[in-house]
């Protein structure tokens, strides 16, 4: 069983920055594919970025790409989103996931784990 918390979120202005974490226990990750998603209201989860169990693959979305860096240190057992730019269609609930699989997905159904959520929102 992981256990996953997100930190880091809170309210921004438009243009800056936030740096979200996700701190796994229960179970080493290294062996995990990670993955950041969020939610807005009335729409679905959608992908923002994969990390492979190393961290040498990851894969962002188009609609956060440029902006978002996304990046995992196994031997403190998180992963992080850094977000920069921010813009209000990126206000939305981030998650953080893993799977039992050495590569991240962009399927949230193929996530194992989950995160409660953490709320980002970006004023102009």
């Known amino acids: 069983q992981v256990h996953l918390v997100e930190s880091g979120g809170g309210l921004v202005e438009a243009g800056g920055s936030l740096r979200l974490s996700c701190s796994a226990s229960?179970?080493?990750?290294?062996?995990?594919?990670m993955g950041w998603f969020r939610q807005s209201p009335g729409k679905d989860r959608e992908f923002v970025a994969t990390?492979?169990?190393?961290?040498?693959?990851?894969n962002i979305a188009d609609s956060v790409s440029g902006r978002f860096t996304a990046s995992r240190d196994n031997a403190k057992n998180q992963i992080y989103l850094q977000m920069n730019d921010l813009r209000r269609e990126d206000t939305a609930v981030y998650y953080c996931?893993?799977?039992?699989?050495?590569?991240?997905?962009?399927?949230?159904?193929?996530?194992?784990?989950w995160g409660q959520g953490i709320q980002v929102t970006v004023s102009s």
């Open positions: 229960g179970h080493p990750i290294n062996r995990y594919g």
């Open positions: 996931a893993a799977r039992a699989d050495i590569s991240g997905s962009y399927r949230a159904d193929s996530y194992d784990y």
């Open positions: 990390l492979s169990w190393s961290g040498a693959t990851t």
